[in-house]
């Protein structure tokens, strides 16, 4: 297992800190204001919560699951932890609740398809609209009887600054993401139960027979998810100052694509969580290019859409010559 993360990091790294090198030196080129203050700002960002949800992502495709949910998630920690400040309830006890809600997100999600073997996709599809709804309804109610999809008040200035406060020029955001990075790899390299959830996502048969609690790996993985993904939302509400419906929109397409650029793969077994940071700088590089070269919206759907299948597919021929090498079939 460590011979095929080396692969990984050999490989896939350099391939895709390449594209981020020719992206860089595009938009340098093409942009005057590629290297502005405020434009690296943006990229922090930017890069920093969906770094911290891919990390939950790659997680799960190490161990052979995934979770279309997870933008839902941050909208509903998000969303309440707002409202919550709306009853004037403490700073630390509104991020604790909310950090607590995204992991019960994601234990529903792990017993759903760790426990009760229900298929990823349609258990976490499932969920991702019950948690998109649930939030909905409950700011739903408003004086004139109309849906109220933004809460918008004046927050707390300590829970303001954890959105917005610097560390030597670099946002708080974004050193969490290098703390969980650094965390999450020696997790994953280094301990037992990373090892475990190596082998359950590339043999699960095998991992069976070595006697490991899979259901318990995969609610792990999963709640593990859900309080990142909480995480990440928390701390967007707090750098713009308000929760919307729009919060984590089309997220967990654009953190499948960063963790499968990075090395993982759909079918479990690989990945690793700077490889997803790798696709995470290469999506955040391509969407600054659209903005900044003022590419409408709608093109910039077809490109991401283009890119999840190609990486797709590019992962399931790679996938399929590596089982023949094996001789699995």
């Known amino acids: 297992m460590n011979m095929n993360i080396k692969e990984i990091i050999s490989k896939n790294w350099v391939t895709v800190f390449l594209l981020c090198v020719v992206l860089i030196i ?27 949800v891919a990390f939950g992502m790659v997680i799960l495709l190490i161990c052979g699951v995934f979770d279309l949910s997870v933008g839902s998630i941050m909208v509903l920690c998000g969303m309440v932890c707002a409202r919550l400040f709306e009853i004037d309830m403490p700073v630390w006890m509104v991020v604790v ?28 599809i499932g969920t991702m609209n019950i948690f998109q709804g649930a939030a909905m309804l409950l700011f739903a109610a408003s004086r004139k009887g109309q849906a109220e999809y933004q809460v918008t008040i004046e927050f707390p200035r300590e829970f303001v600054q954890m959105g917005t ?14 703390i969980l990075l650094i965390g999450i790899t020696i997790f994953l390299r280094y301990s037992p139960t990373g090892r475990k959830m190596y082998l359950t996502g590339d043999n699960r048969e095998a991992a069976k027979m070595m006697g490991f609690n899979i259901p318990r790996l995969l609610l792990l993985s999963f709640v593990f998810t ?18 919307n419906r729009y919060m984590g ?8 694509i960063s963790c ?28 600054n290019m659209f903005n900044l070269f003022e590419v409408k919206s709608t093109w910039q759907n077809v490109v991401v859409g283009a890119i999840l299948i190609v990486v797709v597919t590019l992962d399931g021929y790679l996938t399929i010559r590596k089982q023949q090498e094996l001789g699995r079939i």
Do not use: H
């Open 249 to 256: 929109e089309g997220i967990n397409i654009i953190v499948l």
């Open 97 to 124: 609740m909310g950090l607590i809600l995204g992991a019960a997100a994601g234990a529903i999600n792990g017993v759903l398809v760790g426990v009760l073997k229900i298929n990823a996709l349609i258990a976490t």
């Open 226 to 243: 859900g309080f990142l993904c909480a995480l990440a939302g928390i701390i967007s509400v707090a750098r713009f100052e308000q929760a």
């Open 26 to 52: 595009v938009l340098s080129l093409g942009s005057d204001i590629f290297w502005s203050l405020d434009n690296l700002n943006s990229l922090q960002t930017s890069i920093g919560p969906t770094a911290i």
């Open 165 to 178: 406060g610097k560390l030597l020029g670099i946002y708080y955001i974004f050193w969490v993401m290098i």
């Open 260 to 287: 499968i650029l990075g090395g993982a793969s759909l079918l479990g077994g690989r990945g690793t969580a700077a490889g997803a940071l790798f696709g995470v700088v290469f999506m955040s590089l391509v969407t």
